[in-house]
């Protein structure tokens, strides 16, 4: 008789190559992270075009997903370990990150994703794991990515914060103090790259798995896919950065 009991398709097992309570912790620095960024102001009031874009892209990945990937050649012995065709997920996020640049905003677009994904697809069974799955393994450090760049994601320029200018009317304005560094649009693509690529591996295998299938990957299994898949990402990350840069530029005028 099994000893795992099971509730709308979610297994009660605790039995993860990631512990509870680490899981708990991490939740825990995010929520404490954006409540920082919302102190700081740093998390900003989206515009009605913001919400225009979170909804498009979300059904854009919806298309992704369940219509031109499963069209994609896989070759097994290949995508068991480097799921290229991430990396049309990878661009949809890296453009809602690019076009919108406020925290949240992937946060955001991943629960409309799910919630068409349920409505049109998959089904309400399981929920709300779902939602907290797409939100914390990836979606969530996207955004906490974004509280570092902000509405820079995705060119060159990096804010320092910002200075006291006296004009030559002899008033006192603030203006926000900007560097350029060649080649951070990349950097940013890599990252997103990344952090997407290991999620399934990684918050997947190694712990969301084991609610959803009733049993756990080994621990070794967990770690060397999770390596693999980052080496993916950084892949994926330098092929996207591209063509994040050039549609940003077209749709925003900003480079």
Same mark, same amino acid.
């Given at each position: 008789m099994s000893s795992t009991a099971v509730w709308n398709g979610i297994h009660f097992d605790m039995n993860t190559v990631i512990p509870w309570w680490v899981i708990?912790?991490?939740?825990?620095?995010?929520?404490?992270?954006?409540?920082?960024?919302?102190?700081?102001?740093?998390?900003?009031?989206?515009?009605?075009?913001?919400?225009?874009?979170?909804?498009?892209?979300?059904?854009?990945?919806?298309? !992704?997903?369940?219509? @031109?990937?499963?069209? @994609?050649?896989?070759?097994?012995?290949?995508?068991? !370990?480097?799921?290229?065709?991430?990396?049309?997920?990878i661009i949809i996020l890296l453009l809602a990150a690019s076009l919108i640049g406020k925290p949240g905003t992937v946060m955001v677009t991943m629960f409309i994703y799910t919630l068409l994904s349920d409505i049109f697809h998959y089904g309400f069974?399981?929920?709300?794991?779902?939602?907290?799955?797409?939100?914390?393994?990836?979606?969530?450090?996207?955004?906490?990515?974004?509280?570092?760049?902000?509405?820079?994601?995705?060119?060159?320029?990096?804010?320092?914060?910002?200075?006291?200018?006296?004009?030559?009317?002899?008033?006192?304005?603030?203006?926000?103090?900007?560097?350029? @560094?060649?080649?951070?649009?990349?950097?940013?693509?890599?990252?997103?790259?990344?952090?997407?690529? @290991?999620?399934y591996p990684f918050f997947y295998h190694g712990f969301f798995a084991t609610f959803v299938e009733g049993y756990s990957y080994t621990t070794n299994y967990v770690l060397t896919n999770t390596l693999v898949s980052l080496a993916g990402g950084v892949i994926m990350g330098l092929v996207s950065a591209p063509f994040v840069a050039y549609i940003r530029k077209v749709v925003t005028g900003v480079y």
């Open positions: 708990a912790i991490y939740v825990l620095i995010i929520a404490l992270l954006l409540l920082y960024g919302w102190r700081k102001h740093l998390l900003s009031s989206y515009r009605t075009v913001d919400y225009v874009y979170m909804g498009l892209l979300a059904a854009l990945l919806v298309i !992704w997903n369940f219509f @031109i990937s499963p069209l @994609i050649p896989k070759v097994s012995a290949v995508t068991s !370990w480097f799921y290229y065709p991430d990396i049309g997920e069974g399981g929920e709300p794991f779902w939602f907290i799955y797409e939100i914390i393994a990836y979606a969530a450090m996207l955004d906490l990515y974004l509280l570092l760049r902000g509405k820079y994601f995705g060119t060159n320029n990096q804010a320092l914060g910002k200075k006291e200018v006296k004009t030559e009317q002899g008033e006192v304005r603030t203006e926000e103090r900007v560097i350029t @560094i060649p080649g951070l649009f990349v950097i940013d693509s890599v990252i997103g790259g990344i952090i997407v690529a @290991i999620a």
